[in-house]
């Protein structure tokens, strides 16, 4: 939707006549829109009535369907029977009349938690970045602030507290309403029961056929996948694939990233990814599968993904692309995080802490002969602290911080005692953002206060192997966001040592 589709004749009308509204005690969406029509009448001004046509301003097309659809079930191509919920052209609901529980129950959330974001009502936080809608609102001045509770017809999502004040704040709502619809549409898609074919990773392949790490396309097409050809399964896709991705994209030899200009590496950046790329891609040293050529393994590669969330829980086959591309060489990847097994108790019971395992770690070991992954319910300085880890090798080692919030007030105390100890190890550390706003907050953080004590390996940017599918914020409806916008990395500063030359010493002393 675009503005230009927008009548501007309306607009201006519903804008201009804001006081004649008839006072409601409740401004809710329904699915019926009004069928009274617009009269002339020849009353006084003061007693004529203004009735809102419901979608008088949305561009949307209102398509009315032959019948209803019929949920049904199928046999999709793994044998599995399913229940067809919605189909291709059915589903954009409003979030409160959605055919979904889960999603009834996440618009009952918003409307509890999310505020009006109109000019009139006072703030109700601080704004954290110039296009933040709660920038224009005052502290003193203003209504008190109201929760969201009017669902926009063309994005179906809770965002103003009445219709009023969504037909006066519409241009502003036009932003960002496609991709909120777009998000709609993405959240039914995963409810609806149809057979998801992009989610069937490629397999491994032989190591001589080298994968083009520069876009999603790229990618997809040099290590074999299946044809995605509609927009919606590329962006249900890489929403998984964007964890793992990121990583490789920034160790794998073949990275988009380098130091030539627009590369965005530094050259302490390529001294701290040329040590990892090295161990990852080691030469060939004549190793066969028998005692007469036997060779030493070299230690596993250990990423350490700390305040884990969501990326501890998906599918293992997703990390395993992550390992496909290394060949000879083994992962061991550690998820730390308080919420590093959030809803997954019943899969995986938390074990009992004993002396084996001092911090009851969940340990994967039978995923494949190339991965092993650990999960602790811990912060990462608790481990630290107690040497469960060290020692640390730049050469194996790298710590990984999808979304951190370095610099976010709500979650700065988190990190406060971590960063220190992350520096300290002089290991590489990859971090993304939410958003330009969000990463850049974390950035300006760690210049300020550790600017003396780390070095910038990344330059902040967009991250090639972003998810394309966009999030909605249940508390900020209007703070639209993606997985893994932004990447950048850093480390410890390192400080090396040069021995003086003793003949330029001796010489000096001859001359004096």
Known sequence: MRSSYTCNRCLSAVKGSRSQLRPSSSFRFSAQPLN???????????TRQLALPRRGLSSTANRKFEKAFAP????????VTRKLVLDEENLFHSFTNSPIPAIRKRAAFMRQHAYCPHESHR?????????DLENRKSIDKGTPPAHSDFEC????????????????????????????????????DLHSGRYFKEFHFA????EEILPNMSSWDTYLYTRDYDALNEDREMRQATKLLTYPMTIASVLHELSPYNIRKGGRLTPEGLKSFSALRHSLHPPRTGGGDTWKNARLAPPSVRLFILGARAESSLPRETWMQMAYLFHRVQFSVHFIGPESMANRESELPLPERTPLNPFGAVVEDRISNAMKISTFVEYYHTLHKTGYFQPYDPYFDCFVAFHPGFGNPASLHEWEETLPLLLETKCPVIATGYSPWDMQQDVDHLKNRYGNEMDMLMEPGTNKFRSLRWDLTDFEP????????????FRGKRYETMRKDEEVEEHSERTQ
């Open 478 to 489: 209007h703070d639209v966001t993606c997985s893994n916008y932004g990447l950048y990395a």
């Open 72 to 79: 049904f079930e199928y046999v999709d191509p793994e044998g």
């Open 153 to 188: 017809p063309d994005c179906g999502v809770p965002v103003y507290c009445c219709e009023e004040h969504w037909a006066d704040d519409y241009e502003a709502h036009l932003r960002v309403c496609d991709v909120m619809r777009q998000a709609n549409e993405d959240d039914h």
């Open 123 to 131: 703030a109700t936080r601080t704004p954290y970045s110039v296009v």
């Open 36 to 46: 009274t029509p617009r009269t002339h009448s020849t009353k006084s001004t003061a």
């Open 203 to 206: 397999p491994p392949q032989i």
